[in-house]
Protein backbone atom coordinates (compact mmCIF):
# COMPACT_ATOMS: atom_id res chain seq x y z
CA UNK A 1 0.00 0.00 0.00
CA UNK A 2 1.75 3.17 -1.15
CA UNK A 3 1.11 6.50 1.38
CA UNK A 4 -0.02 10.16 -0.22
CA UNK A 5 2.80 12.24 -1.19
CA UNK A 6 1.43 14.64 1.55
CA UNK A 7 1.61 12.09 4.35
CA UNK A 8 5.44 10.64 3.15
CA UNK A 9 6.06 14.34 3.51
CA UNK A 10 5.10 14.23 6.82
CA UNK A 11 6.13 11.72 8.25
CA UNK A 12 9.92 11.95 6.80
CA UNK A 13 9.29 15.39 8.80
CA UNK A 14 8.63 13.38 11.91
CA UNK A 15 12.13 11.56 11.55
CA UNK A 16 14.46 14.20 11.19
CA UNK A 17 16.21 15.05 14.16
CA UNK A 18 15.43 18.67 15.24
CA UNK A 19 18.58 20.53 17.33
CA UNK A 20 18.60 23.69 19.38
CA UNK A 21 17.98 26.64 17.25
CA UNK A 22 21.44 28.24 17.07
CA UNK A 23 21.44 32.24 16.23
CA UNK A 24 24.54 34.39 16.65
CA UNK A 25 23.43 36.64 19.62
CA UNK A 26 25.41 39.61 20.84
CA UNK A 27 24.88 40.82 24.76
CA UNK A 28 24.12 44.36 24.97
CA UNK A 29 24.21 45.95 28.49
CA UNK A 30 20.88 47.78 29.62
CA UNK A 31 22.59 48.76 33.02
CA UNK A 32 24.55 52.16 34.08
CA UNK A 33 27.70 52.59 35.77
CA UNK A 34 28.92 49.34 37.84
CA UNK A 35 25.33 48.05 37.74
CA UNK A 36 25.55 45.25 35.06
CA UNK A 37 21.76 44.44 33.54
CA UNK A 38 22.76 42.13 30.62
CA UNK A 39 21.00 40.72 27.54
CA UNK A 40 21.40 38.83 24.82
CA UNK A 41 19.96 40.05 21.20
CA UNK A 42 20.24 38.12 17.74
CA UNK A 43 22.20 39.67 15.28
CA UNK A 44 20.09 38.64 12.76
CA UNK A 45 18.06 41.40 12.37
CA UNK A 46 18.78 45.09 11.05
CA UNK A 47 21.05 47.57 12.53
CA UNK A 48 18.20 50.35 12.63
CA UNK A 49 15.84 47.26 14.21
CA UNK A 50 18.35 46.51 16.62
CA UNK A 51 18.94 49.62 17.69
CA UNK A 52 14.82 50.34 17.93
CA UNK A 53 14.75 46.66 20.45
CA UNK A 54 17.78 48.57 22.84
CA UNK A 55 15.89 51.19 23.31
CA UNK A 56 12.67 49.42 24.03
CA UNK A 57 14.35 47.22 26.78
CA UNK A 58 16.20 50.22 27.96
CA UNK A 59 12.81 51.93 28.89
CA UNK A 60 11.05 48.69 29.90
CA UNK A 61 14.03 47.47 32.16
CA UNK A 62 12.16 48.19 35.52
CA UNK A 63 9.76 45.26 34.52
CA UNK A 64 12.44 42.50 34.43
CA UNK A 65 14.23 40.48 37.48
CA UNK A 66 17.44 40.98 37.35
CA UNK A 67 18.44 39.22 40.27
CA UNK A 68 16.39 36.97 43.08
CA UNK A 69 15.76 39.63 45.14
CA UNK A 70 13.83 41.50 42.63
CA UNK A 71 11.20 38.59 42.96
CA UNK A 72 9.60 39.65 46.49
CA UNK A 73 6.53 38.02 46.64
CA UNK A 74 6.59 34.99 44.34
CA UNK A 75 4.87 31.86 45.57
CA UNK A 76 7.04 29.33 46.59
CA UNK A 77 4.03 27.05 46.66
CA UNK A 78 3.99 27.41 42.76
CA UNK A 79 7.48 25.28 42.42
CA UNK A 80 7.95 23.91 45.64
CA UNK A 81 9.46 20.27 45.04
CA UNK A 82 9.38 17.88 47.95
CA UNK A 83 10.39 14.13 48.31
CA UNK A 84 7.44 11.60 49.28
CA UNK A 85 9.18 8.87 51.13
CA UNK A 86 7.58 5.53 52.91
CA UNK A 87 9.07 5.01 55.77
CA UNK A 88 9.17 1.71 55.80
CA UNK A 89 11.57 2.23 52.60
CA UNK A 90 14.92 3.05 53.72
CA UNK A 91 17.17 5.25 51.46
CA UNK A 92 19.42 4.52 48.84
CA UNK A 93 23.03 5.69 49.19
CA UNK A 94 24.60 6.56 45.75
CA UNK A 95 28.22 7.31 45.19
CA UNK A 96 29.82 10.49 45.14
CA UNK A 97 29.59 12.22 41.97
CA UNK A 98 32.63 14.77 41.37
CA UNK A 99 32.38 17.61 38.82
CA UNK A 100 34.58 19.84 37.47
CA UNK A 101 36.17 22.71 40.21
CA UNK A 102 35.14 25.52 37.88
CA UNK A 103 31.58 23.74 37.42
CA UNK A 104 31.54 23.27 41.35
CA UNK A 105 32.15 27.06 41.99
CA UNK A 106 29.46 27.94 39.78
CA UNK A 107 26.92 25.33 41.35
CA UNK A 108 27.95 26.84 45.05
CA UNK A 109 27.37 30.75 43.95
CA UNK A 110 24.17 29.85 42.35
CA UNK A 111 22.84 27.81 45.51
CA UNK A 112 23.95 30.56 47.68
CA UNK A 113 22.08 32.93 45.82
CA UNK A 114 19.01 31.09 46.44
CA UNK A 115 19.71 30.28 49.89
CA UNK A 116 20.12 34.07 50.12
CA UNK A 117 16.65 35.03 48.70
CA UNK A 118 14.89 32.41 49.94
CA UNK A 119 14.36 30.08 47.53
CA UNK A 120 15.87 27.35 49.17
CA UNK A 121 15.57 25.73 52.44
CA UNK A 122 17.26 22.92 54.33
CA UNK A 123 14.52 20.20 54.80
CA UNK A 124 15.22 16.90 56.91
CA UNK A 125 13.57 13.80 56.13
CA UNK A 126 13.14 11.06 58.78
Not at 14 to 35: F, K, R, W
Not at 77 to 98: A, Y
Not at 99 to 120: N, R, Y
Request: hydrophobic share 35%.
Amino acid sequence: MELPPELERIVAHEDQEMGPHQEETELVNLGTGSGKREVKIGTGMTAPLREELTALLRDYQDIFAWSYQDMPGLSSGIVQHQLPLNPECPPVKQKLRWMKPETSLKIKEEVKKQFDAGFLAVARYP
